[in-house]
Structures are given as C-alpha cells and as structure tokens.
C-alpha cells in the first residue's frame, strides 16, 4: 500500500480533529496546541486515501509532535518530508514516533532525551490530598523560581546547565510566570516546589515540570501540592493529564492518577 505525506489546511480541520480524537488523552496537549496556536502546521501520512498519522509543526520554535497513533515508518516518512524547512529543537509523544523523526530531521544534536510516562485522572479517581498554600507564581518569585528550575535542570541533564541553556531557561520561565502556567509552594519565605499547567482547554488540561526541592522531599509535599492543583482543574474539566518521570509513579499513583503501558520521549536540542 502506498504511503504520501502531505500538508493539511484549514479545510480539513474535521477529519484532523477526528483523528486525533480517537485517543483523547494521548492526544490532548495536540488538541490543546491546535486550539491555542493558529501558525501550526499540520503534517500527515495517507494510506488508501486515510489519515494514518499526523504531525504538529512550528517551524519557527521547532516544535514538532507526533500524534499518538502511527507506526515508526509513517513517522519517518513525515519526518523526511520535514527535513529540508525543520530544524527540531523539541518534540514529545510516543517513544518510537520521536525516535523516528529525530532520525528522519536527521540534523538535531540531541541535549536532552529523557523517559517520562503519560499519567491522567479524572475527579471520582482523585484522593483526599489537599494543598492550599499552593499558588500562582508571580514575577516577583523569579529570583526563587529561577532557581528551583536551574537545579530542575541540572538534575534533568546529569551536569550544570550552559550559559545559552540558562539563558533559554530563563525566557521560558518568565513566559510561563506571565501566563500564569506555573504554579509554587512556599513554606517559610522559600519556594520548594514547582509544577507547570502549559495547556488548559474545554477537553482538560496538562501537568509538567513538577519538581521539589531535594531538602523538602519525602514531607509529601509533591503529593499534597498535585492532589490540590488536579482537584482545582476538576473542578471544571473533564480529565487532567500529567508528564512525569518514573521516580513520580509513586505519588501519582497514590492522588489517584492511573497510566498505560506506552513509555513517551522528550528530546530537545543542543541550541
């Protein structure tokens, strides 16, 4: 059966959306990325006139996603279609669908590659886990923030962060203070703990980035602060989705968050 890759307009939004409706939850931050940013583009693989993967693309930040359903060779296949406009500098999905457009991009000096797995929950799962002091970041926490994520960072990378990756750093974390995306706990005066919402939508919204302070671990501070932010988000959504290492399995799991099989990949580029 013949394989063509081709990018999609606006006129077929419906059978885009369709797609990736089928798997709403592994899905979810490509529907949230398709609602919040018109510039995207949509990449996809046919066979027999029918969609069989699809890729968002913003060639100007390089951000590439893979929808969750697709084989290795659509993949690469919309990655070779990619290669001579895209540089990628991030992508995360399913972990076979990255590995095989980093591959196809074939240009990428890969920073990080890091194994996460795909957590949601919904509010009958939720546990009694409440933390009030949890709170909006402002711009005045930067100096704290920007540490806690500094040593985030380092931990993530195994060594300390380069200029330009403190530099980007920064920018990131002033963009996601100002859209009111991170979120902080502080006891007596210092921030412990941070934990982002990038997406929040009519189908749900996103977790990532939780990350406590290593002198403030095993308090059940992670577990309080995520139970709380998940049973503020129910409160008017569907169904909440976090990304997060297997060292958080423990806590997820005891909130309430449940997780499939699939192991996902973040990779990001050297630059």
């Known amino acids: 059966m013949s394989l063509r890759v081709e990018q999609l307009g606006s006129a077929e ?8 409706a089928r798997e709403p939850l592994k899905n979810l931050h490509l529907l949230a990325v398709l609602e919040e940013r018109a510039r995207v583009e949509v990449h996809a693989a046919f066979a027999a006139d029918q969609i069989t993967a699809l890729v968002l693309v913003d060639p100007e930040r390089g951000l590439v996603l893979p929808s969750a359903k697709g084989s290795s060779s659509d993949f690469f296949a919309i990655g070779e279609h990619l290669a001579s406009r895209v540089h990628l500098r991030r992508s995360v999905g399913e972990k076979a669908a990255v590995e ?4 196809a991009l074939g240009k990428t000096a890969i ?15 939720l546990g009694p886990y409440l933390q009030p002091g949890l709170r909006l970041a ?4 930067l100096p704290q923030l920007l540490s806690l994520a500094e040593r985030a960072l380092t931990e993530t990378l195994g060594s300390a962060p380069t200029g330009p990756e403190l530099s980007a750093l920064e920018r990131q974390t002033l963009e996601s203070v100002r859209l009111q995306r991170s979120r902080v706990l502080e ?7 941070k934990v982002e919402v990038p997406f929040r939508f009519s189908l749900g919204a996103g977790l990532e980035g939780l990350y406590t302070a290593p002198e403030y ?13 998940s049973r503020q988000l129910l409160a008017s959504l569907p169904r909440v989705t976090l990304r997060a290492a297997d060292a958080l399995a423990a806590v997820a799991r005891k ?15 050297r630059e």
Do not use: N
Not at 138 to 141: A, S
Not at 255 to 267: A, D, E, H, T
């Open 138 to 141: 402002t711009e005045g926490d």
């Open 255 to 269: 909130v309430g968050y449940q997780s499939g099989p699939g192991v996902q990949l973040l990779v990001t580029d």
């Open 217 to 229: 671990r095993r308090r059940g501070c992670a577990m309080l602060a995520l139970g709380h932010l």
């Open 13 to 20: 939004a419906d059978p885009v959306h369709s797609f990736l």
């Open 100 to 103: 095989a457009l980093v591959k």
């Open 111 to 125: 920073r990080i590659s890091q194994l996460h797995r795909l957590y949601w929950v919904s509010p009958d799962q």
């Open 187 to 193: 006891i007596e005066g210092q921030l412990v703990l």
